[in-house]
């Protein structure tokens, strides 16, 4: 059996609390980006990059983030996903379907159940026995919330190894990585389908799906 390196990028989407005011989210969940080749995938992502900023297109904060980019430049980073070859999972939790319990136990118990609801399911598809994963995820919250997600994290992906897995964790800045921009989109896609039916750019991306996973749904 060949053992291979398979790279999982993760983003959350929606906010962790459970109140339905103005600009919160109905849904909270998890997107993933896999992928094993990285380096064609790279090159494309810096050669766009830097025809934008030949265009006059300075990107906020120095890397893709779907939520700041204009439309024009989402269209060009979707196309760009579309052809690369990624495989995206997603799983979303209707906060207005949660259970009392839940609620109580406050938005560290729903982050943790998000993430141990997509990685049981996605993790064994995306990787044989043997395989070393590795889950990057995005850097979240201040410094006390972040050591909080990041034990939480790291608990779920604990629970791997004994499949047989040898899943490593890394939390790095988005900026610092394409995989993770790609997660963001594909988060933000995802959300804004299930938020708003808002399909333009959910249609770009759809092919590279898997799954859709919404276990809250009544």
């Known amino acids: 059996m060949t053992v291979a390196d398979v790279y999982m990028y993760a983003d959350e989407t929606g906010n962790l609390d459970y109140e339905q005011h103005p600009g919160a989210s109905r849904f909270f969940g998890i997107a ?64 207005t379907n949660a259970y009392e319990y839940v609620r109580r136990d406050g938005d560290v118990r729903l982050y943790k159940l998000a993430w141990f609801q997509h990685f049981k ?15 990057i995820a995005a850097t ?23 499949h047989g897995r040898d899943v490593h ?24 389908r299930l938020e708003k039916n808002e399909t333009r750019y959910w249609e770009m991306i759809a092919d590279s799906f898997s799954t859709c996973f919404t276990p809250w749904n009544r």
């Open 32 to 95: 993933t980006a896999v992928i094993r080749e990285h380096g064609k995938v790279l090159n494309e992502s810096l050669e766009l990059r830097t025809e934008l900023q030949a265009r006059g297109v300075p990107l906020k904060r120095g890397a893709f983030h779907a939520c700041d980019d204009s439309h024009p430049t989402r269209k060009e980073v979707f196309s760009l996903i579309a052809g690369q070859g990624w495989r995206f999972d997603a799983t979303m939790l209707d906060k």
């Open 121 to 135: 399911f996605v993790a064994p598809r995306v990787a044989d026995k043997g395989d070393r994963l590795f889950v």
């Open 140 to 162: 979240l919250g201040t410094n006390a919330r972040k050591k909080a997600f990041e034990a939480a994290l790291h608990d779920v992906c604990k629970a791997q190894g004994p």
């Open 169 to 192: 964790l890394c939390h790095w800045p988005a900026q610092s990585s394409w995989g993770l921009q790609v997660a963001d989109y594909a988060a933000w896609a995802v959300q804004r």
